[in-house]
């Protein structure tokens, strides 16, 4: 059983990639605000399709990271009541969401956080580029990377971060790396 607690206001429809991969035994919970309440007809489609069990929760707004704490809580809930019989994902590009993944691997509880439902060709290819970028770097400087990633919605802002944290020839190298990686991201 896997359980998918998606920020829908961090990844919109695209979060939903792979949704035709679950199976019966899987659960999508969609976390939702007013500022992000909106499906396409074809992700409405896919959701209808689907054979996992799909729940909403429409957030209640007002404070910085409410939908994150809403989550987060939601998730102790859940680890309550599936321990380690379950598989947990938080889908969202939120890097911040590392420290809860952290905290319950600490505790024998595996969760991942992902950009989209299909997990396994997300790990996949984080793991290719985290591969590649160990050949030029450090593993301090490769989780850095990651992170810009993670937190830069336009490939102009990564851009901008990397040339702050590495000089320009590593820069240049760094983007080389991770340029087919990105592709998603606004110009």
Request: net charge neutral.
């Given at each position: 059983?896997?359980?998918?607690?998606?920020?829908?206001?961090?990844?919109?429809?695209s979060g939903l990639a792979g949704?035709?991969?679950?199976?019966?035994?899987?659960?999508?919970?969609?976390?939702?605000?007013?500022?992000?309440?909106?499906?396409?007809?074809?992700?409405?489609?896919?959701?209808?399709?689907?054979?996992?069990?799909?729940?909403?929760?429409?957030?209640?707004?007002?404070?910085?990271?409410?939908?994150?704490?809403?989550?987060?809580?939601?998730?102790?809930?859940?680890?309550?009541?599936?321990?380690?019989?379950?598989?947990?994902?938080?889908?969202?590009?939120?890097?911040?969401?590392?420290?809860?993944?952290?905290?319950?691997?600490?505790?024998?509880?595996?969760?991942?956080?992902?950009?989209?439902?299909?997990?396994?060709?997300?790990?996949?290819?984080?793991?290719?580029?985290?591969?590649?970028?160990?050949?030029?770097?450090?593993?301090?400087?490769?989780?850095?990377?990651?992170?810009?990633?993670?937190?830069?919605?336009?490939?102009?802002?990564?851009?901008?971060?990397?040339?702050?944290?590495?000089?320009?020839?590593?820069?240049?190298?760094?983007?080389?790396?991770?340029?087919?990686?990105?592709?998603?991201?606004?110009?």
């Open positions: 059983m896997s359980l998918f607690l998606v920020d829908y206001e961090n990844v919109s429809a949704l035709e991969k679950l199976t019966e035994a899987d659960t999508v919970y969609i976390f939702y605000t007013e500022n992000a309440d909106r499906l396409t007809f074809d992700a409405h489609q896919r959701l209808l399709e689907s054979r996992a069990q799909v729940r909403y929760y429409k957030v209640e707004t007002g404070t910085k990271n409410a939908l994150d704490f809403q989550l987060v809580s939601f998730l102790g809930y859940m680890v309550h009541e599936h321990g380690q019989n379950a598989l947990y994902h938080i889908i969202s590009k939120d890097s911040g969401f590392d420290s809860v993944c952290h905290f319950w691997e600490k505790q024998n509880i595996k969760v991942l956080r992902v950009s989209n439902l299909d997990v396994e060709k997300t790990c996949r290819q984080d793991q290719e580029l985290t591969n590649k970028l160990k050949e030029l770097l450090e593993e301090k400087d490769v989780q850095v990377v990651m992170g810009m990633i993670d937190k830069y919605k336009t490939k102009q802002g990564l851009n901008n971060a990397l040339m702050k944290q590495f000089d320009n020839k590593k820069t240049s190298e760094i983007y080389r790396v991770i340029k087919p990686y990105i592709a998603n991201k606004k110009a």
